[in-house]
């Protein structure tokens, strides 16, 4: 007798069957006139963007301007705050400090935002970075998103004059000026300053108290300038605007 074969414990009489019913999920219906009118509205954030004026805040923060900076600091806000911005101009601060240390904010168009930057920024022994700033200013501008001006603000220079200069004349050639504004009485720093600003097609003025009122007025015109150009200044009327025309150079910069 043939021993039958062992099945386990599933008989010949008994089979069960599992069925699993995945229900269905109804799908749902892309609405495309919806999709259009997001993407055509994000198009239209993004052309507004590329159009906006831009313009480049500058500090050197390093340990020279430390025994004046808590009294330049209200003068930097002032400043700052004759650049209210709005949304047809955004700002970005950079600074330099430290061992190689140089930051850039995002860009900015509110001028609360802008001053919250600034106020974080302390001073830090370091050498200038002249030269950074102005590959940084060279190399953030874009076709679509053009950067107006520069304005810088400091005491020193520690790098090659020469390869300053070549910057300028490049900000030139690519039409975007430097607004230079110096801090104390070195008379090198001076000279520099006022040739890298001629070169570029920018301004160079003196940083201090006593020229409180004529930075925070110049500030205002380059503000204008950085958002409508010559024709702006030309047709503001006001007297910044016009010693800021008598600056620049008698091609249009923008």
Request: aromatic letters at 8%.
């Amino acid at each position: 007798m043939t021993a039958a074969p062992d099945r386990g414990f599933i008989s010949d009489s008994l089979v069960v069957k599992l069925v699993i019913i995945i229900p269905k999920t109804p799908s749902k219906k892309i609405d495309r006139t919806a999709v259009s009118a997001f993407l055509s509205k994000t198009k239209a954030i993004r052309s507004v963007a590329q159009r906006q004026p831009r313009l480049v805040f500058a500090l050197d923060a390093t340990a020279s301007r430390e025994p004046t900076w808590q009294q330049a600091r209200g003068l930097h806000q002032d400043m700052f705050r004759a650049a209210q911005t709005d949304s047809h101009l955004a700002i970005q601060l950079c600074y330099f400090r430290g061992f190689n240390e140089f930051q850039y904010s995002p860009w900015l168009t509110s001028s609360d935002e802008l001053l919250a930057h600034m106020e974080a920024v302390s001073c830090l022994g370091g050498a200038t970075q002249i030269t950074r700033l102005l590959q940084h200013y060279l190399g953030v501008a874009t076709p679509m998103t053009p950067v107006r001006g520069l304005v810088f603000i400091g005491d020193a220079v520690e790098e090659p004059s020469q390869r300053l200069l070549d910057l300028a004349g490049q900000c030139r050639v690519r039409h975007q000026p430097l607004f230079l504004f110096q801090e104390g009485n070195d008379h090198t720093v001076a000279a520099l300053f006022e040739q890298m600003a001629g070169l570029s097609g920018g301004v160079y003025a003196r940083f201090d108290h006593h020229s409180a009122d004529y930075l925070k007025e110049l500030l205002g015109a380059v503000v204008r300038y950085a958002q409508g150009g010559r024709r702006a200044l030309t047709s503001s009327g006001r007297e910044s605007d016009k010693l800021l025309l008598m600056q620049l150079p008698r091609k249009p910069t923008n």
